[in-house]
């Protein structure tokens, strides 16, 4: 539909002698209104509705109450967000593609016009999250590890070839490439776009959604975007606007120069923390100031890449010359650049550097002041200075060690030291405190817990194998592996260990999996490659490896040794995320680290080391080394930069990136418009969302008679609920794959297998970290079936999946109650989409992160919030009860009721009462859950125009 244009904003732009047209933000003028202080990214906002404009889903007000936005309210005006373009990774990507194929055969199925099912907005696809480091520390790790790939996932890569032919514009990056985000910001990302619409050709920025929660990696070069659910994706591919309330904007000052030694990966912690400290979830951040211009726009990418950590929807850095640098090293063309340039000077888009935007809350950071950091054992937001790494190890410890299994083994240093006077609260995988007598306290000889483990590999080399031990470090792909200055970092110093004769402990996995091509080529030009190989720092891989839990089993005599002594080892990686369980499943603490530093913990071997006070090893005299010995020096870095890196390497890397390689090439490729789906597949299924789907929706229903499925503590995050990972022989998804056929070397991961949904409702609250308070002593998967007992305390205890088959046999609904923050973490459909078909109807949690509780609704389950201050331990809950709530049928009458009556009645038949605050938060949310869920209501609404 074509824009009203209320305000008159439509204009043209001459640049070079070729003419765009632009809707001009300076149109919108009116006594309350001054855009020109409007934050950034609230100018590319401002853009978007004025171009979209069509007096319906975007109107005149709309405008006018973004462009007179008050800094200091509350989100209340719900607007309309059209993004440029989607980006999507072939995990969640995956079943995008699987939906639109089965939104076409259901249009049909409804009479209506299978061909109307098309991304309507340009959708690219990189295939970047199946590649899984099984082979390391060879020369040949990474053709085999492609090979293996490409063996497991034939059928998924030969259905995202057919969808790349069957659908108008979806592209497909094809595996061995590289990861989404740096593929994005190194060439699918514009900053300014550019597309024929009503035959004129518009300019405007660049703006996206993915189905990535990291898609905020691409903040960094002025591109307004973030993560969302798959659905919300698919939605946008089909032309629907994004519903969000108008945010609240943190400005971020930052100021000075980071000092010498450290590294962006230093400063993006020390951001995470700040910004978790003050709380930023919903919010837009835009960082401004004059160190926005000393900071090069790898360290942009990375800050932007890790907004997810600290909660925020975007972190994002406006146009400057440093951005229009890099689209010009990144191969753009000079048309582009110049465009860029142009547009964002014209429009008020251009950092000024003594600026003052208005907005909601203003932080700021003296970037000397960074230090060397990590973040550990479990979440991005806990950062250590390196400095005191070791007596934080030591001091988290206690909580992974079980009680019993340990020795002791006293210190000759820091004795009264090596646990804190008062232990932190021990926590388990969700969040909520374990049993105590889970636990063991600090040995009273004042050491630490301690279960030595002799081991010899099957090469003959022997050592002794401890809590701590360093078992992966992996410079993986996602944060860091964008960043020159981080990447050449870590070949710097890996080129100095080795001329000082150190080498990996025998006991460490080391990988390398660059981000994009380009970052290999530097290696090769600057003559680093074989100083990380020599160490073990082989390439594995172009793609999202140890960070998503793709790190491959560890050394198989290690992993014995972890499991026989249940020894708690540790993971450290140079990405964004170390939640429990989520990197191997022999691995209980994971640490966040630079490049760099991931080098010097696997020369180390061990967390309980302190860094810049214990040698590393020793020289061929018998000398020790220490880190100082071997940290290369900013100019050092430098130097080799401008030596090593140039526009060419990326013109060569991304001349033909959608071609794919010989393997792409040769895969059989089904044709035709509809896809002929294969009963016997394992990976990709058609889906039941459109079953039985009449063309108008029918009434919301209150709920009545539902069971809880699972008690939840806080913190439970979307790795927690999604299936994500190794899949197991006797869980319930393996026992699928034993019944269809699969040998067990064949299972793949989850991720691998999201095109299935049978795989993934069976994977679904099956976290091995997870801990289900209705099923005490237990970890994992299990629930109890109350269902197979008269009396609620006999209900037997059974996985999850199989008590769900025998509600939904019983006709039973089911609930989950959670404590705060659920659904933190990765923007992941299936944490919605898996929960819904296991037969939940509705969530009561204390609080939600944003992506979750979109999804839930997008599913059509209703988010519930308990009353402020309370919770389900408060209000005497423990699982048992049988729920109902009423008023939710009010939605039928198009209203969004404030609060619905939840009655949860006993066993001995009292009833516990309260208001749950619904979280449906604006109408377009209330539009998917009438209609049972955002695909459902896609479809209705292409079905009547």
């Excluded at 009561?844 to 009353?867: D, K, T, W």
């Amino acid at each position: 539909m074509a824009s009203q244009d209320s305000f008159g904003a439509k204009s043209t732009l001459d640049v070079d002698g070729k003419s765009y047209e632009i809707f001009r933000l300076d149109a919108v003028t009116g006594d309350d209104v001054d855009v020109k202080t409007l934050p950034f990214s609230l100018k590319v906002l401002l853009e978007n509705l004025l171009r979209t404009e069509d007096g319906a889903n975007i109107t005149a007000d709309d405008i006018r109450a973004l462009a007179g936005w008050d800094a200091d309210a509350e989100p209340d005006k719900e607007i309309q967000f059209t993004p440029a373009r989607v980006i999507m990774q072939d995990f969640t990507g995956v079943p995008c593609v699987v939906d639109l194929a089965t939104m076409r055969e259901a249009m049909a199925d409804l009479g209506g016009d299978p061909a109307k099912i098309n991304p309507l907005a340009p959708a690219e696809m990189v295939i970047d999250h199946s590649v899984i480091a099984d082979v390391f520390g060879t020369p040949d790790a990474f053709e085999r590890n492609v090979e293996i790939e490409y063996e497991r996932n034939r059928e998924r890569y030969q259905f995202l070839r057919w969808g790349q032919g069957a659908f108008d514009d979806f592209k497909v990056v094809p595996p061995g490439t590289g990861i989404v985000h740096q593929v994005n910001i190194e060439h699918l990302a514009r900053t300014v776009f550019t597309r024929e619409v009503e035959g004129e050709l518009q300019a405007y920025p660049d703006t996206c959604v993915g189905t990535d929660s990291h898609t905020t990696m691409v903040n960094g070069i002025g591109v307004v975007g973030w993560g969302v659910g798959g659905i919300e994706a698919e939605a946008a591919m089909l032309g629907q606007p994004v519903s969000m309330l108008i945010p609240r904007v943190v400005g971020f000052k930052l100021s000075g120069d980071l000092p010498e030694g450290s590294t962006a990966t230093d400063l993006v912690l020390t951001i995470t923390e700040m910004l978790r400290k003050h709380g930023v979830v919903g919010k837009f951040v835009e960082f401004y100031g004059p160190g926005v211009s000393a900071l090069p726009l790898a360290n942009r990418a990375t800050i932007g890449n890790m907004s997810p950590e600290f909660g925020s929807t975007i972190a994002v850095f406006p146009i400057d010359e440093e951005t229009v640098t890099y689209l010009r090293l990144t191969g753009r063309s000079e048309e582009q650049i110049a465009l860029v340039e142009t547009y964002a000077k014209e429009q008020g888009l251009w950092h000024d550097p003594a600026a003052e935007p208005r907005f909601s809350e203003k932080l700021e950071l003296d970037l000397s002041t960074v230090v060397p950091s990590i973040a550990g054992p479990k979440r991005p937001q806990d950062r250590i200075q390196v400095t005191d790494a070791k007596q934080s190890f030591r001091g988290a410890l206690a909580d992974y060690v079980t009680e019993g299994e340990q020795e002791t083994s006293g210190y000759d240093e820091e004795v009264e030291d090596s646990f804190p006077a008062s232990d932190p609260p021990s926590h388990n995988g969700n969040g909520s405190e374990r049993p105590t007598d889970h636990l063991s306290a600090a040995p009273k000889d004042g050491g630490r817990p301690s279960n030595p483990v002799e081991v010899t590999l099957e090469d003959g080399t022997k050592f002794t194998l401890d809590h701590g031990a360093v078992t992966i470090a992996s410079i993986t792909s996602c944060t860091n592996t964008s960043n020159p200055s981080v990447m050449i970092g870590a070949a710097l110093l890996a080129k100095k260990a080795v001329e000082k004769g150190l080498s990996r402990k025998p006991w460490v996995k080391t990988t390398l999996a660059p981000g994009s091509k380009v970052v290999s080529d530097y290696y090769e030009k600057a003559g680093l490659t074989p100083y990380l190989e020599k160490l073990g720092f082989n390439l594995v891989g172009y793609g999202c490896v140890t960070c998503i839990g793709n790190s491959g089993p560890l050394i198989p005599e290690v992993s014995a040794a972890v499991n026989e002594k249940d020894l708690s080892v540790v993971s450290v990686l140079s990405g964004n995320r170390n939640f429990e369980g989520r990197i191997n499943p022999d691995i209980k603490m994971n640490y966040l680290a630079s490049p760099p530093l991931v080098v010097a913990y696997a020369l180390a071997g061990s967390m309980d080391v302190d860094l810049y006070g214990d040698p590393l090893g020793q020289d061929a005299e018998g000398n020790d080394v220490f880190l100082k010995d071997i940290w290369p020096s900013p100019a050092e870095v430098e130097e080799t930069i401008r030596g090593a890196i140039n526009s060419d390497m990326f013109d060569e890397s991304y001349a033909d990136v959608f071609a794919g390689d010989e393997r792409w090439r040769s895969l059989p490729t089904p044709e035709g418009d509809t896809f002929e789906w294969d009963s016997e597949s394992t990976y990709v299924r058609k889906p039941p969302y459109f079953d039985g789907m009449p063309a108008e929706p029918t009434p919301v229903n209150d709920i009545d008679g539902a069971r809880v499925l699972l008690k939840l503590g806080d913190s439970v995050t979307t790795d927690h609920i999604s299936p994500a990972g190794a899949i197991k022989k006797d869980s319930p998804a393996g026992k699928y794959l034993a019944e269809n056929g699969v040998d067990q070397r064949d299972f793949n991961s989850y991720g691998s297998r999201r095109g299935n949904h049978e795989v993934m409702i069976r994977g679904t609250f099956a976290n091995i970290r997870l801990r289900n308070q209705i099923a005490p002593g237990t970890e994992g998967g299990f629930t109890r079936d109350f269902t197979a007992a008269d009396n609620a305390a006999d209900a037997p205890v059974t996985t999850v999946y199989d008590a769900s088959v025998n509600y939904q046999a019983a006709g039973i609904p089911l609930v989950v109650l959670a404590g705060k923050e659920y659904g933190s973490g990765s923007s992941r459909d299936w944490a919605a989409k898996g929960t819904s078909l296991l037969g939940v109807k509705a969530a009561i949690a204390e609080s939600y992160e944003r992506i979750h509780r979109s999804n839930l609704i997008g599913m059509g389950v209703i988010p519930l919030q308990f009353p402020a201050g309370e919770s389900a331990d408060s209000l005497g809950l423990t699982g048992e009860e049988t729920f109902s709530f009423s008023g939710i049928t009010e939605l039928n009458e198009g209203r969004i009721p404030r609060t619905v009556k939840v009655t949860a009645t006993k066993a001995d038949g009292s009833v516990v009462e309260f208001d749950g605050v619904v979280r449906i938060d604006t109408p377009g949310e209330a539009n998917y859950y009438r209609n049972g869920g955002i695909m459902q209501y896609v479809l209705r609404n292409l079905l009547k125009g």
